[in-house]
T-cell receptor, first 115, second 116 residues
Framework: NAGVMQNPRHLVRRRGQEARLRCSPM?????VYWYRQLPEEGLKFMVY????????ESGMPKERFSAEFPKEGPSILRIQQVVRGDSAAYFC?????????????FGPGTRLTVL | QQQVKQSPQSLIVQKGGISIINCAYE??????FPWYQQFPGKGPALLIA?????SEKKEGRFTISFNKSAKQFSLHIMDSQPGDSATYFCAASIRGGSGSARQLTFGSGTQLTVLP
């Protein structure tokens, strides 16, 4: 059973470009979470999605950031018009449906560098 | 109120020693407290977790101690090994309004170095 997969692992963008980060949850998992980790800091929650639904986006910046989890295919975190402050590691986690504590399994992350 | 405060920021322990990492929280609605281990360039991996209805949980060399009244919990690593050198994060979560939503609130991390 493959773990959570994220790609690309490293992404370099220039200011003003768009960044698309992909996350494939573990097989059988229907819940996806995105977290951002700034250097020397803990992970900060961004958004929680189930298939075709955004359940909680309270941690998402109001502008330029969006997320989706379509019926088919991976979850995508999209950052438009990136700025240097967006440079961080972005982690996706997945959990199975019905687990009361929703144990979350993390992917290896995408490290975004904005030049 | 959603914060989880973690200390120390870094910790150096001799091989065979005990590593202790502490966390404190404010939100009494938190009901699940996992610890994650993260190696450089990797994602966090669940190490051990506890619910507030127990005061201690042990798995191998790893023990969580939980003090509900003080709103504190700690990770103890017995017989620390060089392979334990990693960053450790405490976290807490609460069941969300939608029923299944459980965002994790992380501490700031402790970088553990175990000397051979």
């Amino acid at each position: 059973n493959a773990g959570v997969m994220q790609n690309p692992r490293h992404l370099v963008r220039r200011r003003g470009q768009e960044a698309r980060l992909r996350c494939s949850p573990m097989k059988g998992h229907s819940h996806v979470y995105w977290y951002r980790q700034l250097p020397e800091e803990g992970l900060k929650f961004m958004v929680y999605l189930q298939k075709e639904n955004i359940i909680d986006e309270s941690g998402m910046p109001k502008e330029r950031f969006s997320a989706e989890f379509p019926k088919e295919g991976p979850s995508i975190l999209r950052i438009q018009q990136v700025v240097r402050g967006d440079s961080a590691a972005y982690f996706c986690a997945s959990s199975p449906m019905g687990h009361i504590y929703n144990e979350q399994f993390f992917g290896p992350g995408t490290r975004l560098t904005v030049l | 109120q959603q914060q989880v405060k973690q200390s120390p920021q870094s910790l150096i322990v001799q091989k065979g020693g005990i590593s202790i990492i502490n966390c404190a929280y404010e939100n009494t609605a938190f009901d699940y407290f996992p610890w994650y281990q993260q190696f450089p360039g990797k994602g966090p991996a669940l190490l051990i977790a506890i619910r507030p209805d127990v005061s201690e949980k042990k798995e191998g060399r790893f023990t969580i101690s939980f003090n509900k009244s003080a709103k504190q919990f700690s990770l103890h690593i017995m017989d620390s090994q060089p392979g334990d050198s990693a960053t450790y994060f405490c976290a807490a979560s609460i069941r969300g309004g939608s029923g299944s939503a459980r965002q994790l609130t992380f501490g700031s991390g402790t970088q553990l170095t175990v000397l051979p």
